[in-house]
């Protein structure tokens, strides 16, 4: 026989062993937990589309997130669902928004929890889209750079301690720089969602935050599923304009992507298990096709392994729970 003779199977052969050279491990600060807060008080509205998720009025807010330090989670993203929706977004950039609200309540009850403010429009607007619309039922893109800049530098004021821009509208982490350096917010950091895809798994996304675009869609801001160079691009820009985290989403169909983005730039790289991924391995696992905790683990381990610094995912606090 030929030597050396690889033999891989030999560093599999017991727990210990394999643990003493495994990769990647996931820990509870990886993860940050997505919540859907709306105006009201004692709601916790279960999302149909996404067993095990709600949307939470404050106050109730307050106590699902509690568990959250417990097992070691640092930090939320805020998604508003407000009373009145209108073509200007106005509850986006209101002081007395529900993002707003609720980030003020949750820095004063848990001031050590990280509070990452989304920051689009989809869920402000009466026609769903992520901007302003001109007559002609295009996106105005510069208009819309307006009210970002104004919604950044109201959640900065309310507390957030990141925003994370949402809506792939270009120029909006350059007009949001500029804007809270001029409001005396120039340490609040800058969370790019540098590489969003239209993807067809926001779908319980949108029932949960009741914000599917009236017409069309979103494919003229949003990328296109089938480029890669492009998200380079959008990375490039987004870090010239600014930013101090860039994030890829989804997570799971777009590994390449990811693993791409990390090997571009050195800054923190997120990435965004989102709602489509989150229901699908639910839907499975009450059917008794998988094993939910098993499967949740492995695709976290496979973001966290092509790349992702920390992950947003709706399955934080249980896997954070499986981990301890
Ligand atoms: C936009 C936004 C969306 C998601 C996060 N921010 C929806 C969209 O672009 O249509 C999707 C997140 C998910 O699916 O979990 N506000």
């Excluded at 996106?139 to 970002?148: C, G, K, M, V």
């Excluded at 930013?243 to 989804?250: E, G, L, N, S, Y």
């Excluded at 777009?254 to 571009?264: F, G, K, P």
């Amino acid at each position: 026989m030929a030597f050396p003779q690889e033999r891989p199977r030999r560093l599999r052969a017991s727990a210990g062993l394999r643990a003493l050279v495994r990769e990647t491990a996931l820990r509870p600060d990886d993860f940050v937990m997505p919540f859907f807060v709306r105006p009201g008080k004692g709601l916790k509205r279960p999302i149909k589309s996404m067993p095990g998720q709600f949307q939470f009025s404050p106050d109730e807010l307050i106590k699902a997130v509690g568990p959250l330090a417990a097992v070691g989670v640092p930090a939320v993203i805020l998604f508003g669902i407000p009373d009145r929706k209108d073509a200007k977004a106005a509850g986006a950039y209101d002081a007395d928004g529900i993002v707003q609200r609720a980030a003020a309540l949750l820095k004063d009850r848990y001031p050590e929890l990280v509070v990452i403010a989304d920051l689009c429009f989809c869920e402000y607007t009466d026609h769903g889209h992520c901007g302003v619309v001109r007559q002609d039922g295009t996106i105005d893109n510069d208009a819309t750079l307006e009210l970002a800049a104004k919604a950044a530098v109201s959640q900065a004021r309310a507390g957030c301690d990141v925003v994370a821009p949402s809506g792939m509208m270009d120029g909006q982490v350059a007009a949001i720089r500029t804007a809270l350096d001029g409001a005396g917010f120039a340490q609040t950091p800058i969370l790019a969602y540098a590489v969003k895809y239209a993807s067809a798994f926001y779908g319980p996304f949108r029932d949960a935050a009741e914000s599917p675009p009236q017409f069309g869609d979103r494919s003229t801001h949003q990328m296109d599923p089938a480029n890669l160079r492009e998200a380079l691009r959008e990375v490039d820009l987004d870090i010239a304009e600014g930013a101090d985290m860039v994030m890829v989403k989804p997570a799971m169909p777009y590994l390449d992507v990811l693993a791409a983005v990390r090997a571009r730039c050195s800054l923190p790289v997120a990435a965004y298990c989102v709602s489509g991924e989150y229901s699908m391995i639910k839907a499975a696992a009450a059917k008794g096709w998988i094993d939910e905790r098993k499967v949740t683990l492995e695709a976290l381990t496979s973001i966290k392994r092509a790349g992702a610094d920390f992950i947003l995912t709706y399955h934080a606090l249980a896997a954070a729970r499986w981990l301890a």
